[in-house]
């Protein structure tokens, strides 16, 4: 694979580009969806002025990369890999898709692009992710992408009045190097 294949992050019509500052009205209404943020473990109350002074703090952080997923111009989701150890090799991936754009094969595609980010640009060892061990539809696709999983966490997460339990999972850069071509085959499919 050269770099040509990784940048722009790009299957068919969907892209994953860097988030921009016009991104952040987008991520405050997603960010503000109570549906959504229980998954995420974040109360759905950001204040805009709130949203635009993480950005600015790090825009420039080495150890966070975050992506728009793209359209044909319209934004679908938020992708992340945070806590980027270089030293390690490892960071944290995370991913967001907009209510009206879900159930679309959308967040298949952008987990993909993602790993292919983490691992053949970034040359990450491991990708690891946390996910609500009730959020079947999640597990599905990383389970489908190639990730497994490496624990339970009790009780981890305090969301609307009840303790959540939640899964974290993993994937290996030469797992996925030996099933790229086979993911990139189930995508089609999708």
């Not at 040509?4 to 500052?21: A, C, G, M, T, V």
């Not at 950005?55 to 793209?70: A, C, L, P, S």
């Not at 970034?122 to 959020?135: F, M, P, R, S, T």
């Not at 597990?139 to 009045?161: D, R, S, T, V």
Request: no cysteine; aromatic share 12%.
């Amino acid at each position: 694979m050269n770099n040509k294949e990784n940048y722009p992050l790009k299957y068919h019509d969907i892209r994953l580009r860097p988030l921009e500052r016009e991104d952040l009205h987008f991520i405050h209404k997603i960010n503000n969806n109570e549906t959504i943020m229980k998954y995420w473990f974040e109360e759905p109350h950001e204040a805009y002025v709130e949203l635009k002074d993480i950005y600015h703090k790090n825009i420039h952080n080495i150890n966070e990369r975050r992506f728009i997923i793209d359209k044909k111009n319209t934004n679908i989701g938020l992708v992340e890999l945070v806590d980027i150890n270089h030293i390690h090799r490892r960071a944290e991936f995370s991913l967001l898709i907009a209510p009206e754009h879900q159930g679309k094969g959308y967040a298949s595609i952008a987990t993909y692009l993602a790993l292919n980010f983490g691992f053949m640009v970034l040359n990450l060892h491991k990708l690891y992710l946390i996910v609500d061990e009730e959020n079947i539809k999640a597990i599905h696709i990383y389970k489908k992408l190639g990730f497994k999983e490496e624990g339970k966490l009790l009780k981890e997460f305090f969301i609307n009045g009840k303790y959540r339990n939640t899964l974290r999972m993993y994937i290996f850069q030469n797992k996925y190097r030996t099933t790229y071509s086979t993911l990139k085959l189930n995508l089609h499919n999708i």
